[in-house]
């Protein structure tokens, strides 16, 4: 790798480490207050269906049309052992469809009645790691090493996102910086690992570094602008409630977070492309490199932009459904906060990538074209 690639990287991660020295959290403090109702694992070994009332028996409002009623016997593991425990079918929006021989989770609550039992969720652990080893499978049936460096760089995203990030936010840092340093850490970890330590990954890992500042910058000052508050639903509600967490932080922290994985692509995708050009074409400065590259970019980015809209748009689409179907149309929902969010962060998100791709390539072509002249001096 050529000095000036080692001199523009050595002090972003230098500043990377000792971000993550700085703001790692303290373990997470366990709740406090009224504890939630314990929980244990059950089967399902009946359901008795019956028809649902038409008057409310008690203050609760009576169950919307079509539900059905009854109770449902599950087999759980309690502290005094196996028991076989009944529980009311529950019709509220959401509530688990049950059927014999379900595994699910059992809430047990005190009454001066006794125990009252609930079923609130079904169990998920074994299908999810079925999830995951199908994935880990596919990679490495696909990618072999590559897939294999694949999957420990998505177990050390997981690594900072739920070690580090996660717990700082929780601990009271500001989520903007410890975004900026989790994201850090991931790109340096990530792309090292999975592409090799060379010339083109410092490249693209600088391209993604003085991008993500950019979408940081740029965040801070389109939620400042149109008043965002980050608060859209119960969930940030009770985020901010509970823990005091800056929700409008949070807001920002999370399109850093969001668009370091798109932002890898474009960086590594114009880096290896400028590193090619370079090879195949001996002849080319550095201008014919980087408007090589370029031509590339903008294909990549044409559909890359199209993915981080439904990106953003797929995760929230039951709140945007339910916002503008009480505001009667898009047009009048669009400067709702929630909508308004959205917006921002696909808009953000693209402007940021696009920055990436001059960035990216123009130092890619710079390199590769300096570093090829140091290597034939040495020679």
């Given at each position: 790798?050529?000095?000036?690639?080692w001199?523009?990287?050595?002090?972003?991660?230098?500043?990377?480490?000792?971000?993550?020295?700085?703001?790692?959290?303290?373990?997470?403090?366990?709740?406090?207050?009224?504890s939630?109702?314990?929980?244990?694992?059950?089967?399902?070994?009946?359901?008795?269906?019956?028809?649902?009332?038409?008057?409310?028996?008690?203050?609760?409002?009576?169950?919307?049309?079509?539900?059905?009623?009854?109770?449902?016997?599950?087999?759980?593991?309690?502290?005094?052992?196996?028991?076989?425990?009944?529980?009311p079918?529950?019709?509220?929006p959401?509530?688990?469809?049950?059927?014999?021989?379900?595994?699910?989770v059992?809430?047990?609550?005190?009454?001066?009645?006794?125990?009252?039992?609930g079923?609130?969720?079904?169990?998920?652990?074994?299908?999810?790691?079925?999830?995951?080893?199908?994935?880990?499978?596919?990679?490495?049936?696909f990618?072999?090493?590559?897939?294999?460096?694949?999957?420990?760089?998505?177990?050390?995203?997981?690594?900072?996102?739920?070690?580090?990030?996660?717990?700082?936010?929780?601990?009271?840092?500001?989520?903007?910086?410890?975004?900026?340093?989790?994201?850090?850490?991931?790109?340096?970890?990530?792309?090292?690992?999975?592409?090799?330590?060379?010339?083109?990954?410092?490249?693209?890992?600088?391209?993604?570094?003085?991008?993500?500042?950019?979408?940081?910058?740029l965040?801070?000052?389109a939620?400042?602008?149109?008043?965002?508050?980050?608060?859209?639903?119960?969930?940030?509600?009770?985020v901010?409630?509970?823990?005091?967490?800056?929700?409008r932080?949070?807001?920002?922290a999370?399109?850093?977070?969001?668009?370091?994985?798109?932002?890898?692509?474009?960086?590594?995708?114009?880096?290896?492309?400028?590193?090619?050009?370079?090879?195949?074409?001996?002849?080319?400065?550095?201008?014919?490199?980087?408007?090589?590259?370029?031509?590339?970019?903008?294909?990549h980015?044409?559909?890359?932009?199209?993915?981080?809209?439904?990106?953003?748009?797929g995760?929230?689409?039951?709140?945007i459904?339910?916002?503008?179907?009480g505001?009667?149309?898009?047009?009048?929902?669009?400067?709702?906060?929630?909508?308004?969010?959205?917006?921002?962060?696909?808009?953000?998100?693209?402007?940021?990538?696009?920055?990436?791709?001059?960035?990216?390539?123009?130092?890619?072509?710079?390199?590769t074209?300096?570093?090829?002249?140091?290597?034939?001096?040495?020679?």
């Amino acid at each position: 790798m050529t000095r000036v690639a080692w001199l523009v990287l050595a002090p972003l991660a230098l500043a990377t480490v000792v971000g993550l020295i700085l703001l790692w959290p303290p373990p997470v403090p366990a709740p406090t207050g009224q504890s939630a109702a314990p929980e244990y694992d059950g089967v399902v070994v009946a359901v008795t269906k019956q028809e649902c009332p038409q008057e409310p028996s008690g203050p609760e409002p009576p169950p919307p049309p079509g539900s059905t009623c009854g109770t449902v016997t599950v087999r759980v593991d309690l502290p005094e052992g196996e028991q076989e425990v009944e529980a009311p079918l529950s019709n509220r929006p959401g509530a688990p469809d049950l059927d014999v021989g379900d595994d699910v989770v059992v809430a047990v609550a005190d009454s001066p009645d006794g125990p009252l039992y609930g079923v609130v969720d079904h169990q998920r652990g074994l299908q999810l790691w079925g999830v995951v080893a199908a994935l880990g499978l596919a990679l490495l049936a696909f990618g072999r090493w590559k897939g294999l460096s694949a999957l420990v760089g998505l177990g050390i995203t997981f690594a900072v996102l739920f070690a580090f990030i996660v717990p700082a936010v929780i601990a009271g840092s500001a989520p903007v910086l410890v975004a900026l340093v989790g994201a850090s850490a991931i790109t340096l970890t990530v792309l090292y690992l999975t592409h090799g330590l060379s010339l083109p990954t410092t490249v693209a890992v600088i391209g993604t570094m003085a991008s993500l500042g950019l979408t940081a910058a740029l965040s801070e000052a389109a939620v400042g602008a149109l008043h965002l508050t980050g608060v859209t639903d119960d969930v940030s509600t009770a985020v901010t409630a509970t823990y005091g967490i800056d929700v409008r932080g949070l807001l920002v922290a999370s399109i850093i977070i969001g668009s370091v994985g798109v932002l890898d692509d474009v960086t590594v995708t114009q880096a290896a492309t400028v590193t090619e050009l370079g090879r195949a074409n001996p002849a080319y400065g550095v201008r014919d490199l980087y408007g090589a590259a370029e031509r590339v970019g903008r294909s990549h980015i044409a559909s890359v932009v199209n993915t981080i809209v439904l990106a953003y748009a797929g995760s929230s689409l039951p709140l945007i459904v339910l916002v503008v179907a009480g505001n009667g149309s898009f047009t009048g929902a669009a400067t709702t906060q929630l909508i308004a969010q959205e917006i921002v962060r696909s808009a953000v998100a693209t402007i940021g990538l696009i920055a990436a791709v001059p960035l990216t390539s123009g130092l890619a072509a710079w390199v590769t074209r300096h570093s090829g002249r140091s290597t034939a001096r040495h020679a």
